[in-house]
C-alpha cells in the first residue's frame, strides 16, 4: 500500500522546487555545467585513446593479440616463428575460425635499398597483402599517401619520409579526409615520381649471406611516426622470406569476431597444450604499444584530477546554496516539525528536492554536452596529438558509459553537500526555527 | 584614494560578516587553482624538459643552419647536402661576434648499420659536438631538467679512448641499442665469433658512395631521451663520424643563444647575414617540426589538453561565483538600497561589491598558490619515478613553475570573478532605491 | 524665492498588488516651510509611506508635481535625485537599516562618504557633534547589534542629520520601538527640530504618539483631510 506520507513529501519537494525556482536554477546549471565540463573532458580523452587505439590496431594491422616467440624482446634473430610452429597455429586457427576474423603474418626486414645512385638504409615489415587490407578495415584499407596500396609480391611501398630522402616526389596534402577516428586517405591513386620506379633491395640472412632483389615501389605511406617513416618499407610476406631465405616469422597478428579476450584465452591455451614456445599477448600489453599505454596512463590521471577537481566545486556550491535555502526556509522547517514531521521526514523532503533538481541538472547537462559535443566535432580544429605524423581533428567521444559514472559521481556528492547542509539545520530547537 | 580606501575596508568586513560560505567558496576557487598550477605545472616540466633536451642534449640548439632540406638530405645525398669548408667559414663568420651568441656547434649525421659478431641494425649516427657537450654540462636547464640524461664521466673516458686506440671511432648508442650490443648472438654460424666487449663495426657509406668500414667501440650510452628515437640513434664525435664518411663537410651548425627573450633578434640578424652572403641556407628553430618534432608535438597536445581543462575548470568556477555572488548580493538589497538612498551612484555600489569579489578571488589565487607549490615540493621530494609517453625509461616526476602561466590563469579567474559580480551588481542595481530598501533579502 | 520646503501639488501615486493596481495618493496636495516640524498621520495603508517615499526623492509620482527646495523631483535624472537626497534630505527609516559590519560613528559617517570637500577632520567633527545630539557619543564604536532598538533608531537619526539637510523625513520610527523609547523618540525629533534650521516630517499610525505636535497632517485614502 502506498505510504501517503512519501506522497505528500514528493509532491511538497517538487512544489518547493519550482517555487524557489532561482536556487532550484543555480542548482539545475551548477549541476548541468559540471557534468557538461567533466563528461566532455572524459570524452575528450576517450577520443584520444581511441585515436591510438585505431593507428595501432587497425591502421598499423596490430590486430588485438600478437603471437611471437617467448624471448623476441631480446632476440635479434631473424623470424622467430617457426615452419612447425606455423603449421601448429594454422590448424588451431582452423579449429577456431568461427571466433578469428583475419590472421595477418609478419616477418621483421632490414637492410638497404638503393635508387639509382639514392641509396638508403630501411627498417621494415613483410606481411600478407590480402588479410593485412581486412584487418586494416575499410577505413584504412587505402593506406597509400601516394600511388597504391601493396596488391602482389614484387611490390614495395616507402615511408613519405624515406621516398624524400630518395628524392622521391610527391603532393604532400590532399590526400586526407575526416573520418571517425582521425582523418583517413582519400582512397585514389595519387601520382608520385622516384628517379627509378624499381628499387634494389638488399638484406643479410641469418647466416650471414646478402641477398637482392629488384622491387617496384608501387606507393608512399605515412607510418604515424616521422622517425619510423624515414627508414620504413613494407612488402609481401613471400618477398620477405624469400630474400631472408627464411621460412620463419617474426609475428602473427589476429582480429577477433566477437570477444578478444576469449580468443586470448583459447590462443594461450592451444600454446601451453602444444608446448609452443611462443606467447600470445593483447596488442594494449604488447612493448610495440608502450606509447599508448603510458599515454593512457598519463590521461587517466588527468581524468581522475579533473573529475576530482570539478566534483569539488559542485559539491561546494551545492552546500552553499542548500545552506542558504535551509537558512531562509528554517520558519518553514520549524512549522513542518512543529505539526509533528520528524527529522528524518524533512531529510526526505529536502533530499528529494535535491534529487529533483539534480535530475533536472543533469538531464540539462546531457543535452548540453551532446549539443556541445556535436558541434565540436563538426568544427574540425586540427591539432598535433603527442607524436602522431599528422594533425588529428579535436573531438569528444560522448559515450554512455562515461555519462552514467559522471552522472552517479555528480549527483552523489550533490545529495551529500544537501544532506549535510540541512543536517547542520535540524541541530536547531523548533522554537529557534520559528523565531 | 580614501574613498577606494574606504570601501576595501567595508568590502572586506562584508567578506567577515559571511565567513563561513566565503571561507568555503574560497577552498573551492583555492583548490581550482591550485589544481590548475599542479596540472599546468606538469605541462611546463615537459616544456623544459623537451626543450632542453631538443637543444642541448640532442644538440639541435636554439638555431639549426643547413642547408634546405640538408636535415634528411644528409642521410642520403651527403655530396651535395653537406656544408663545404668555405661554407663553414662564412657561417662561423655571421656568428662571431655576436654578444647573444652563447656558442656555435656542428653536427652531422649518417645512415650506417653496425655489426656485432654477425648481428647487424640499421642506425642513424648523430655526430655530437664535444664542445657543447662540455657546455651544455654547465647549463642551468640541463642542470635542472635533463641531469639524468648528462654523462660528464664520458668527456674523460673519450680523451682516454683517444690516447689508447686513435684508430677506432668512438660509439656512444642509446641504452636500447646497448643491450643489442651486449647480447650474446643467439644463432651460431661459421665465422661468427664472440667479439670483445663494447668492440663492434661499423658499415656504411662514404659521400662518394663508396663503402666506408670500420671498427668502433662503445664507450658508454648516450639516450636521446626519447624512446621511438633511441630505438635507431647512436652518437659518435663530429670528428670520428667525419673520419668514416671521410669529409671534412658537416650536416649542419647549430647555434645556442644566451637568453630565450635574444632568439628572434638572433635568427633575424642570422637571416640578413645569409641572403648578404649569397648563400643557399635554411635556418630553423628548435621549436620546428623538422628540428623539435617531439618538442612541438608533445608540448602541443599537452597544451590543447591543459587549455580546455583550463577553459572547463573556469566556467564551473564562474557559474559557481555567480551563483554564490547572486546569494550575497541578495542578502544585501537593502544595504543596497541604503546606499542608494543615501545618494551613493550606482557604480561606487558596484565597486564596493567588486572589489569584494576581487578580494575575496585574490585571496583564495594566493592560498592555491601556496598550496601549489609546497605540494609540487612535496611531490618533487618523493622522488617518484614514472615513464611520460615518449621518454626513454622513466623520469623523476616533477612540477615546474613558470610565472606568465601562472599570471594567465591566475587574470582568468579574476576575469571570471569581476564578470560574474558585476553582471549581478548591474541587474541589481537596475532596481529603484525603494524597492531595493523593501527587499527582504531572499532569492 | 518661496519659503516652502516642501511643495506638493496634486500628486498621484499607484503601484500594482498581483493583478490589482492600487491608487496610493490621489491628488495630493500639501506644503511644509523651512524649519517647520509636522506629524503625517493615517492607518495602515492610507499612504503615509508612499508619501514619505516621494517627498524624499526615492520615488517619482505618476502624476503632479513636487518640489523640494524649490527644485521639481519629476524633471530629475537619477544623478540628481542621488545628489538630492545626499545634501538636502536626511531619511530616518522605520527599520533604522544600518550596516551591520560598520561601527556607530561608521554608519552616521555613512552619508558623508561622499562629501569630497570635507577633510577626515571635518567629518570627525560633524559624526561626533551629530552623535552627541542624539546623546550617542559613548557608543560611538559600538556595533550595532550591541545596541537596544532604541539606541539603533538614534544612530539613524544621527545619520540623517550628519549632512546637515534642510529636510529629514522620518518614516514610521517608532513603529518597532516599545512606548516609552517611543515617546523619547518623538521628544527627541522635536528637540532637534528647535535647535536645527530642518524641516521634519514625522509620519505615524499612533495619533496619541504625536498628538502634541503642532502640525499635524491626516491622511486617508491617498489625499490629505
Known amino acids: ?435 | 584614494m580614501k574613498r577606494f580606501f574606504w570601501l576595501l575596508r567595508l568590502a572586506s568586513l562584508n567578506l567577515l560578516r559571511n565567513s563561513k560560505r566565503n571561507l568555503i567558496t574560497g577552498i573551492a576557487l583555492a583548490s581550482s587553482f591550485s589544481g590548475i598550477l599542479l596540472f599546468t605545472g606538469y605541462v611546463v616540466w615537459v616544456e623544459k624538459y623537451l626543450r632542453a633536451n631538443t637543444v642541448f642534449v640532442n644538440q639541435s640548439g636554439h638555431l639549426l643552419i643547413s642547408r634546405p632540406n640538408g636535415l634528411e638530405d644528409q642521410l642520403t645525398k651527403p655530396r651535395t647536402a653537406l656544408l663545404k669548408k668555405d661554407e663553414q667559414e662564412k657561417i662561423e663568420a655571421m656568428l662571431k661576434g655576436d654578444a647573444d651568441v652563447l656558442a656555435v656547434g656542428k653536427g652531422l649525421q649518417s645512415m650506417m648499420m653496425i655489426i656485432k659478431d654477425c648481428r647487424s641494425r640499421g642506425v642513424i649516427a648523430i655526430g655530437r659536438d664535444e664542445g657543447i657537450d662540455r657546455l651544455s654540462l654547465g647549463q642551468p636547464d640541463v642542470l635542472k631538467w635533463d641531469y639524468e640524461l648528462l654523462k660528464p664521466e664520458q668527456i674523460p673516458v673519450l680523451a682516454k679512448f683517444r690516447q689508447v686506440s686513435p684508430k677506432e671511432a668512438a660509439v656512444f648508442p642509446s641504452p636500447i641499442l646497448q643491450k643489442f650490443i651486449d647480447r650474446k648472438t643467439s644463432s651460431k654460424q661459421a665465422g661468427c665469433e664472440e667479439s670483445a666487449n663494447g668492440s663492434l663495426q661499423l658499415l656504411g657509406r662514404t659521400t662518394t658512395g663508396e663503402v666506408a668500414a670500420t671498427d668502433g667501440r662503445a664507450l658508454g650510452t648516450q639516450s636521446t631521451g626519447l624512446a621511438i628515437l633511441d630505438e635507431r640513434v647512436i652518437y659518435m664525435p663530429v670528428k670520428d663520424l667525419q673520419t668514416f664518411i671521410e669529409t671534412d663537410s658537416v650536416g649542419y651548425y647549430t647555434v645556442y643563444v644566451k637568453s630565450l627573450l635574444a632568439l628572434p633578434s638572433v635568427w633575424k640578424r642570422l637571416h640578413e647575414d645569409v641572403k648578404a652572403s649569397g648563400l643557399d641556407l635554411q635556418i630553423q628553430p628548435f621549436f620546428s617540426e623538422n628540428v623539435g618534432l617531439y618538442y612541438i608535438g608533445s608540448v602541443g597536445f599537452l597544451g590543447t589538453i591543459a587549455a580546455f581543462f583550463v577553459l572547463l575548470v573556469s566556467s564551473v568556477v564562474g557559474l559557481s561565483l555567480f551563483s554564490l555572488f547572486s546569494m550575497s548580493v541578495t542578502e544585501r538589497s537593502m544595504e543596497i538600497g541604503l546606499l542608494a538612498a543615501l545618494g551613493f551612484p550606482a557604480k561606487i555600489v558596484i565597486w564596493l561589491f567588486e572589489i569584494e569579489a576581487v578580494l575575496l578571488c585574490l585571496l583564495s589565487l594566493g592560498t592555491g598558490l601556496l598550496v601549489a607549490i609546497g605540494l609540487g615540493d612535496l611531490i618533487f621530494k618523493q622522488n617518484i619515478r614514472f615513464s611520460p609517453p615518449g621518454i626513454a625509461g622513466d623520469t623523476h616526476f616533477t612540477i615546474a613553475w613558470e610565472p606568465w602561466v601562472m599570471v594567465v590563469i591566475g587574470l582568468t579567474f579574476l576575469l571570471v570573478s569581476y564578470v560574474s559580480i558585476r553582471i549581478v551588481t548591474v541587474l541589481k542595481l537596475k532596481r529603484s532605491a525603494l524597492s531595493l530598501l523593501q527587499d527582504a533579502g531572499t532569492l | 524665492m518661496s519659503d516652502l520646503a516642501i511643495e506638493a501639488t496634486d500628486v498621484w501615486k499607484s503601484y500594482k498588488l498581483g493583478d490589482t493596481k492600487v491608487d496610493a495618493l490621489r491628488g495630493l496636495s500639501l506644503q511644509l516651510k523651512y524649519g517647520e516640524l509636522a506629524a503625517l498621520v493615517g492607518a495602515s495603508g492610507s499612504g503615509k509611506s508612499t508619501l514619505l517615499n516621494l517627498l524624499g526623492a526615492l520615488d517619482k509620482p505618476d502624476r503632479g508635481s513636487i518640489a523640494i527646495n524649490n527644485r521639481q523631483v519629476e524633471a530629475m535624472s537619477d544623478e540628481e535625485l542621488g545628489q538630492l537626497r545626499n545634501r538636502k534630505i536626511g531619511f530616518i527609516f522605520q527599520a533604522f537599516h544600518l550596516i551591520p559590519v560598520l561601527k556607530t560613528r561608521e554608519n552616521v559617517a555613512l552619508p558623508l562618504q561622499l562629501f569630497d570637500e570635507l577633510s577626515s577632520k571635518d567629518r570627525k567633527m560633524r559624526v561626533e557633534s551629530a552623535l552627541e545630539k542624539v546623546g550617542l557619543l559613548d557608543f560611538a564604536d559600538s556595533m550595532p547589534t550591541r545596541l537596544s532598538g532604541g539606541q539603533r533608531q538614534r544612530v539613524a537619526i544621527a545619520r540623517a542629520l550628519v549632512t546637515e539637510p534642510d529636510l529629514i523625513l522620518a518614516d514610521e520610527p517608532t513603529a518597532n520601538l516599545d512606548s516609552k523609547t517611543a515617546h523619547a523618540i518623538i521628544d527627541l525629533l522635536e528637540e532637534l527640530n528647535s535647535k536645527q534650521k530642518a524641516s521634519f516630517l514625522i509620519s505615524s499610525h499612533d495619533e496619541k504618539l504625536i498628538g502634541r505636535v503642532k502640525r499635524v497632517l491626516r491622511i486617508q485614502d491617498g489625499t490629505i483631510v
Open chain 1, 1 to 435: 500500500m502506498k505510504n501517503p506520507m512519501t506522497d505528500t513529501i514528493s509532491r511538497l519537494a517538487i512544489a518547493n522546487s519550482l517555487a524557489h525556482w532561482r536556487y532550484s536554477l543555480s542548482t539545475i546549471l551548477i549541476m548541468g555545467i559540471g557534468l557538461l565540463s567533466i563528461w566532455m573532458f572524459r570524452g575528450y580523452m576517450l577520443k584520444v585513446g581511441d585515436l591510438y587505439r585505431d593507428h595501432f590496431t587497425v591502421r598499423s594491422m596490430f590486430g588485438e593479440i600478437l603471437i611471437e616467440p617467448e624471448n623476441a624482446d631480446n632476440d635479434d634473430k631473424i623470424g622467430g616463428i617457426t615452419g612447425n610452429q606455423q603449421q601448429s597455429l594454422q590448424t588451431f586457427f582452423a579449429q577456431d575460425a568461427d571466433s578469428i576474423e583475419a590472421v595477418v603474418r609478419f616477418l621483421k626486414v632490414d637492410g638497404q635499398i638503393t635508387f639509382g645512385a639514392e641509396n638508403s638504409l630501411f627498417d621494415g615489415l613483410a606481411y600478407d597483402i590480402t588479410s593485412g587490407e581486412k584487418i586494416r578495415s575499410e577505413k584504412w584499407s587505402w593506406n597509400a599517401v601516394a600511388g597504391r596500396p601493396l596488391k602482389a609480391p614484387g611490390e614495395i611501398v616507402l615511408g613519405r619520409a624515406m621516398a624524400r630522402l630518395l628524392a622521391c616526389e610527391f603532393d604532400s596534402e590532399h590526400y586526407l579526409e575526416p573520418s571517425d577516428n582521425g582523418h583517413a586517405y582519400i582512397a585514389k591513386e595519387r601520382p608520385f615520381t622516384c628517379g627509378s620506379n624499381e628499387g634494389q633491395v638488399s638484406v643479410v640472412t641469418d647466416k650471414g649471406q646478402i641477398r637482392s632483389q629488384s622491387m617496384k615501389v608501387v606507393g608512399l605511406m605515412d607510418v604515424g611516426f616521422r622517425d619510423l617513416d624515414r627508414t620504413w618499407m613494407m612488402m609481401d610476406i613471400q618477398d620477405g622470406q624469400l630474400l631472408l631465405k627464411t621460412n620463419e616469422l617474426s609475428w602473427i597478428s589476429l582480429k577477433a569476431r566477437g570477444s578478444s579476450v576469449k580468443l586470448l584465452d583459447d590462443v594461450r591455451v592451444y600454446l601451453a597444450e602444444h608446448r609452443l614456445p611462443l606467447v600470445a599477448t593483447p596488442w594494449d600489453k604488447h612493448r610495440y604499444t608502450d606509447l599508448y599505454r603510458r599515454t593512457m596512463g598519463l590521461l587517466r590521471v588527468f581524468e581522475v584530477f579533473v573529475l576530482s577537481i570539478l566534483s569539488g566545486i559542485v559539491g561546494i556550491s551545492v552546500f552553499n546554496l542548500m545552506s542558504k535555502i535551509v537558512s531562509e526556509r528554517r520558519r518553514e522547517i520549524g512549522l513542518l516539525r512543529s505539526v509533528g514531521f520528524n527529522s528524518r521526514k524533512i531529510l526526505r523532503l529536502f533530499l528529494t528536492e535535491s534529487i529533483f533538481t539534480s535530475i533536472l541538472g543533469l538531464s540539462i547537462g546531457a543535452a548540453a554536452s551532446l549539443g556541445f559535443a556535436n558541434v565540436a566535432n563538426r568544427l574540425g580544429i586540427l591539432y598535433k596529438a603527442g607524436i602522431l605524423s599528422e594533425p588529428v581533428p579535436f573531438a569528444i567521444n560522448p559515450e554512455l558509459s562515461l555519462f552514467v559514472s559522471t552522472a552517479l559521481i555528480l549527483g552523489g556528492v550533490s545529495i551529500i553537500a544537501s544532506l549535510t547542509a540541512v543536517r547542520k539545520a535540524l541541530r536547531k530547537t523548533v522554537i529557534e526555527c520559528l523565531m
